[in-house]
């Protein structure tokens, strides 16, 4: 735990600003960002629409080739500048990049939001584990609490969390939250997969989940999914990432932290997958999965937790409460990149930052809390959409646009193992990243087009 202070070359960075307290702090932070409901809600139905495995393949493949070359665009940004995203671009490649910073204090705002909203629901489920235990009819239950006034509640209740935590900074709030909590979180996931072997009738469940359909892998939303959900899942597109690591001092191999994150987070999706996909179809209850609403893990699993009674009730309560921590994790670095930035470009105190823009967020999320149908549009805009943007300017601002070569702040810091890698890196960010997620941003565009149009028009 050395205690670290900024460098003085920085382009930028104001000299007083407060750093990770330990390498591990950053990592756990970082980990606690990318795990989330996104590795749970998101990763399962998203995978159940895509074909289950076809898109875990996919999946497999875009974390590689895009999220983590991404991952470390975004770390070598916010590492070298010490500056929150508007600023950073403005530092490296002046003027002109702002609006690229404004997107991403835009995306992580929509996002917390609705983001929010579901993690309401979950600790509405914990704390009825707890309680009461699970409904009779879990269908019409997520009917009743999905929407409307106690969706609302539960929505506020996380967000007071969320900014409660902020407010306190990194040090004391971001970093010590995340150091106990994450590794509870995982230990949870790994027991219930682990408990979820053990069903009767399983079996189904892995071979949907991990046996590719191979005609899969060219359906153009399945791969646009793969990549939104790699982007989504691992924070990128938006400067989370440039974020905490502009917290970071000089001296870590921001490639090794990369490959840490990364990998953490597809375990406890993968993992989750363990639970989720065996459990559903040892129940028979696939069919509430592939209907692919936004509520399908949160009728599924509760209908499954149910029929098992008492053990279920137990595990259904652990399952909801990782699931509440994970989100409160994530949430935190969706609060404090627009935090960050309002710090850094109006000179406003952390706490008055977080509080101000925490409840206008917190009032925004209010429309998602009402329309379960709006919440998926707002995901589908923010969460999907408006991260491929982000991903497809932060590639192309690093590999072509900013004044310093990657490669300098990549090799600072890093081991003989990983150096090797760095060439590829920055061949990836400059040839394959701008391309690739070129040609994914007209599917998002054309879809997120067509979910528009027949959200207006009523269906
Ligand atoms: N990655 C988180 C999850 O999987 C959500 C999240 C947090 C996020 N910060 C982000 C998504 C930044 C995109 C960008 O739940």
């Known amino acids: 735990m050395t205690p670290s202070a900024s460098s003085s070359s920085d382009p930028g960075g104001t000299p007083a600003r407060e750093l990770f307290g330990s390498k591990w ?47 470390l665009c975004e770390l070598t940004v916010g590492r070298r500048t010490h500056l929150s995203p508007i600023g950073a671009l403005r530092a490296l490649g002046g003027k002109g990049w702002v609006p690229l910073g404004f997107l991403f204090v835009t995306a992580g705002f929509l996002i917390l939001s609705y983001y929010s909203v579901i993690a309401g629901w979950t600790l509405r489920y914990t704390v009825e584990a707890a309680t009461v235990g699970f409904a009779a009819d879990p269908g019409a239950h997520f009917g009743e609490i999905a929407a409307g006034g106690t969706a609302i509640m539960w929505h506020l209740i ?4 969320t900014i409660g935590i902020v407010m306190i900074g990194v040090q ?17 996931v790994v027991g219930l997969a682990v408990w979820a072997f053990t069903l009767p009738g399983a079996g189904a469940g892995y071979a949907f989940y991990l046996q590719p359909d191979f005609g899969d892998l060219f359906d153009r939303t399945t791969i646009r999914q793969a990549v939104a959900q790699a982007f989504f899942s691992l924070s990128l597109g938006m400067g989370a990432m440039l974020t905490f690591a502009s917290y970071l001092s000089r001296d870590t191999d921001l490639n090794q932290e990369a490959a840490t994150i990364s990998f953490a987070d597809f375990f406890v999706a993968f993992a989750a997958g363990l639970v989720v996909f065996p459990v559903i179809f040892a129940l028979g209850l696939q069919d509430s999965v592939t209907a692919s609403t936004v509520g399908a893990l949160f009728i599924s699993l509760p209908g499954a937790f149910l029929e098992m009674g008492g053990a279920g009730r ?6 909801f409460l990782a699931l509440a921590v994970g989100a409160l994790t994530s949430a ?3 609060l404090e990149v627009v935090t960050a930035s309002i710090i850094d470009e109006l000179g406003m105190t952390r706490a008055r930052a977080a509080i101000g ?22 995901d589908q805009i923010a969460g999907d959409l408006f991260l491929v943007m982000g991903a497809l300017g932060m590639s192309i601002f690093v590999g072509w646009a900013m004044k310093d070569d990657p490669s300098a702040e990549l090799r600072r810091g890093a081991g003989p193992t ?29 879809d997120a087009w067509g979910a528009i149009t027949s959200f207006l028009a009523g269906g």
């Not at 004391?172 to 949870?188: D, R, S, V």
């Not at 823009?357 to 707002?378: F, K, M, Q, R």
């Open 418 to 446: 990983f150096a090797r890698f760095i060439p590829g890196v920055v061949f990836l960010i400059r040839f394959v990243l701008p391309p690739v997620i070129g040609i994914v941003l007209i599917f998002s565009i054309q």
């Open 172 to 188: 004391k709030g971001i970093e010590k939250a995340a150091t106990i909590l994450m590794p509870t979180l995982a230990l949870i």
């Open 158 to 161: 996380f967000m007071v969390l």
């Open 357 to 378: 823009v925490g409840i206008l967020i917190a009032a925004v999320g209010i429309l998602s809390a009402l329309s379960t149908d709006l919440l998926g549009l707002i």
């Open 314 to 319: 137990l595990v259904g309560f652990l399952f």
């Open 25 to 71: 702090g950053f990592v756990l932070a970082a980990v606690g960002s990318a795990v989330g409901l996104g590795n749970m809600w998101r990763f399962s139905y998203v995978a159940a629409e895509g074909g289950g495995a076809a898109f875990v393949f996919l999946y497999i493949i875009m974390i590689g080739l895009l999220g983590i070359p991404l991952m």
């Open 332 to 334: 935190i670095s969706l």
